[in-house]
């Protein structure tokens, strides 16, 4: 079997009825967990984004609090964890001031809780994650780049 491009796909839910397209999201948020978290996210927080954007840094700390610091390896297993978690709170939203501003959220709690100098692994992903907020940061408003600039030089 395979797969349709996504034009195939959205040529075919215009043919569907209206009636049967609650069906075919729900038939769809049953198999991942990702899906029924991207419907939720669309269904009931993408009109409240500074609400959103709250309940992620919640979470992130949540994540921060759960660390593990007892070996390099679990505090770099624990990180990558809340990173990945970041990422796809980042994804669900697609808003570029979102994912800036979750991310230096992000940056702040790790440089914060982690000594990463003596770690070159833990280093390697903050400054990642920098030059990831700079590239980012380069696509926003003028207002925005200025506002998030300050936060961006004190994390370097």
């Known amino acids: 079997m395979t797969t349709a491009s996504l034009s ?3 040529r075919a839910l215009k043919n ?15 198999y991942k ?8 996210y669309l269904l009931f927080e993408v009109d409240d984004e500074p609400e959103y954007i709250k309940g ?5 700390d949540e994540h921060f609090r759960e660390l593990t610091r007892s070996t390099p390896y679990m505090t770099k ?8 978690f970041t990422n796809q709170k980042i994804r669900y939203s697609g808003q570029k ?11 702040k709690k790790f440089r914060k809780e ?18 990831r907020i700079k590239k980012t940061l380069a696509t926003l408003h003028e207002d925005l780049q200025f506002d998030f600039g300050e936060d961006v030089k004190l994390l370097e």
């Open 97 to 107: 001031r979102t994912e800036v501003e979750l991310l230096i959220y992000f940056c």
């Open 114 to 131: 982690i000594s990463f100098r003596n770690n070159v692994t833990l280093k390697n992903i903050y400054l990642r994650q920098i030059q």
């Open 16 to 30: 569907v009825p209206s009636g049967d397209l609650p069906d075919l999201c729900i038939r769809l948020a049953r």
């Open 77 to 84: 297993k624990g990180i990558r964890k809340a990173l990945t």
């Open 8 to 10: 195939e796909l959205r």
């Open 33 to 40: 967990k990702e899906n029924k978290e991207l419907l939720s």
């Open 56 to 60: 992620v840094k919640t979470e992130i």
